[in-house]
């Protein structure tokens, strides 16, 4: 990479995509920090142990674990439940945007997948992506999912992220898929971001790998 070497802040799961997506940009020699939102209660601990073992794999040294569950628990009670996986997805990008301050990063790396899942639509990926100021890449956007999937065993991260347990149980029964900005806004309002923030960069915890 011509110039100085850049670095970013990768939100990684233990899924296939955001593993994918934050080595694709290590291989580009972009130096690269992880975040992973630990969702418990609405998802099992092993989550973060395989998050760990993807980070040790793709060469990330340094992982932060944020207790974004804690704060979900609290929203969903307050929000209109079709719109969780925006709230989510913005909250995770507000507090990154505060790790990537803090470590000096130049943007975020995600593993979204346009129309993949609810949060990941057209439509759904511009209003998360409003919620921050910082450049956000997404590497494997358009890709096909067998493309992703053969990236994932090249690497060495297919066969862990299979592994148990699955998926989040936080994703509402009837997600939306298009929303526009000023109505997800409103829907903030009903709860204090700032302090929410706040809370989780109190108490995150952060695992360094030699």
Do not use: W
Request: proline share 4%; with cysteine.
């Amino acid at each position: 990479m011509a110039g100085s070497r850049k670095k970013a802040l990768a939100l990684i799961s233990s899924g296939i995509d955001s593993p994918v997506a934050a080595k694709l940009m290590i291989d580009k020699g972009v130096e690269v920090v992880g975040v992973h939102f630990d969702n418990r209660p609405f998802t099992d601990a092993r989550q973060i142990t395989k998050t760990a073992r993807i980070c040790k794999v793709i060469g990330i040294k340094r992982l932060y674990v944020v207790k974004h569950g804690l704060s979900m628990g609290d929203i969903i009670g307050k929000i209109d439940r079709r719109f969780t996986c925006l709230m989510c997805r913005r909250m995770m990008f507000r507090i990154a945007e505060s790790i990537a301050k803090k470590e000096g990063c130049d943007f975020l790396i995600t593993g979204e997948n346009m129309g993949q899942v609810a949060s990941q639509t057209l439509d759904n990926l511009t209003v998360c992506s409003k919620a921050v100021k910082v450049p956000i890449l997404r590497p494997i956007l358009c890709n096909d999912k067998q493309e992703t999937v053969a990236i994932a065993k090249e690497i060495g991260t297919y066969e862990i992220s299979i592994e148990p347990p699955g998926c989040c149980r936080l994703v509402p029964q009837f997600p939306a898929t298009r929303s526009n900005l000023r109505l997800i806004e409103d829907e903030e309002k009903k709860f204090d971001i700032a302090e929410t923030v706040s809370k989780r960069m109190e108490d995150i915890e952060v695992m360094d790998f030699s």
